[in-house]
């Protein structure tokens, strides 16, 4: 049973910093590739970052370039979102995704175009 589960989320004042986590079990990170998407209440979900499977550039939206940083860790299985200078437009629900290495690239990505499995969410809420 693939399950993935995001973890770090919270309340933080403007200007601070949260580590999101998402720790991934049955299926490994050479087979998926994992992304970090959010909705805000009202808003479309959106794609915040991924490592594209094709080269060995990270994906970011324009929104979160430079101040968020993805990694990963193998060994745990696990990625993470490092956020930093978090802003009140940045408070959202975040998700992981999975999608298969093979899958379909979304072009301007470079990220799988469809995900198979998604965590339950973590709510980040950005306020003074």
């Known amino acids: 049973q693939v399950q993935l589960a995001e973890s770090g989320g919270g309340l933080v004042q403007p200007g601070g910093s949260l580590r999101l986590s998402c720790t991934v079990s049955g299926v490994t990170l050479d087979d998926y590739a994992i992304g970090w998407f959010r909705q805000a209440p009202g808003k479309e979900r959106e794609g915040v970052s991924c490592?594209?499977?094709?080269?060995?550039?990270?994906y970011y939206v324009d929104s979160v370039k430079g101040r968020f940083t993805l990694s990963s860790d193998n060994a745990k299985n696990s990625v993470y979102l490092q956020m930093n200078s978090l802003k009140p437009e940045d408070t959202a629900v975040y998700y992981c995704?999975?999608?298969?290495?093979?899958?379909?690239?979304?072009?301007?990505?470079?990220?799988?175009?469809?995900?198979?499995?998604w965590g339950q969410g973590t709510q980040v809420t950005v306020s003074s």
């Open positions: 490592k594209s499977t094709i080269d060995d550039s990270t």
């Open positions: 995704a999975a999608g298969h290495v093979d899958a379909v690239v979304d072009v301007t990505t470079g990220c799988p175009y469809e995900n198979e499995f």
